[in-house]
């Protein structure tokens, strides 16, 4: 799953004005470096530690005090640690996916400062209400598999919150074209690969439920991906790689939340 954060860099690398590619891609694992840490010491602990009024975790767990070999509330043949670090991963990526709203548009101080803020205020405490079993939304039923609320929505939420706030760019229209469609396509084609182990691996466990996510993982992709080049060829007359790449990704945004329950 790890490989899907740079993955995203090369994505919006390859889609925004070829003078911004260089900082997205870097920013995406920087991204990945200043998480693993905030999700080490507090993240992880307001998320899955005992729930305070069902809206976050103490922080009983911060540091990783009280987490080790042994399994914990979740995955009960994984050891604790193992958990931790799937989900540093999800924590990792989310904000990872905001940055193409404002590509260009922010400094390099100000983004590590967001995505410390970010991660510590919406995606810790928003992780808390869907995957905690004391979060207020799970005792209301709701169910995600991946991380369909937990991290698209978060992250488009935040996205356009973003934008709006920064502004639209000067070169708006010189930056509408992608710079590098391989980029594109290797960044999608390596989020394909890594969203096996974001949906299969939410299982925790190498399992029928893990195979069964895998497959309509696979499948949704596929579709997706197939139906944009489709739509690209009737209104253009020719399929587009930017739009088959961008069409696999909506199909594996789509089937996230719902991967381990349909068939």
Aim: aromatic residues 14%; contains cysteine; positive net charge.
């Amino acid at each position: 799953v790890m490989i899907m954060t740079p993955a995203v860099g090369f994505f919006y690398g390859g889609l925004v004005h070829r003078k911004h590619a260089l900082s997205t891609i870097f920013q995406s694992i920087a991204i990945f470096a200043i998480v693993s840490i905030v999700w080490t010491l507090w993240g992880y602990s307001i998320a899955f530690g005992p729930s305070v009024n069902s809206y976050f975790g103490d922080l009983s767990k911060a540091g990783l005090n009280n987490v080790g070999a042994e399994p914990g509330d979740y995955g009960s043949t994984i050891p604790e640690w193992l958990f931790y670090f799937f989900q540093l991963k999800f924590a990792a990526i989310t904000p990872a996916l905001i940055i193409g709203a404002f590509a260009g548009r922010i400094r390099f101080s100000s983004l590590m400062i967001f995505i410390v803020l970010w991660t510590t205020l919406i995606y810790s405490p928003v992780a808390h209400w869907v995957w905690n079993g004391d979060g207020w939304l799970a005792k209301l039923g709701a169910i995600d598999f991946a991380g369909g609320t937990v991290v698209h929505i978060a992250a488009g939420v935040s996205a356009l919150a973003a934008a709006l706030f920064i502004g639209r760019s000067k070169d708006a229209v010189s930056e509408a074209k992608p710079n590098n469609v391989p980029f594109v396509i290797l960044g999608a084609a390596l989020l394909w690969f890594g969203w096996f182990g974001f949906n299969g691996g939410s299982a925790l466990a190498a399992n029928g439920l893990a195979a069964s996510a895998l497959v309509v993982t696979n499948l949704a992709a596929a579709a997706a991906g197939l139906s944009w080049m489709g739509v690209d060829w009737i209104r253009k007359g020719k399929p587009s790689a930017v739009g088959f790449s961008i069409g696999v990704i909506c199909g594996l945004v789509a089937i996230t939340p719902a991967s381990g329950f349909v068939g």
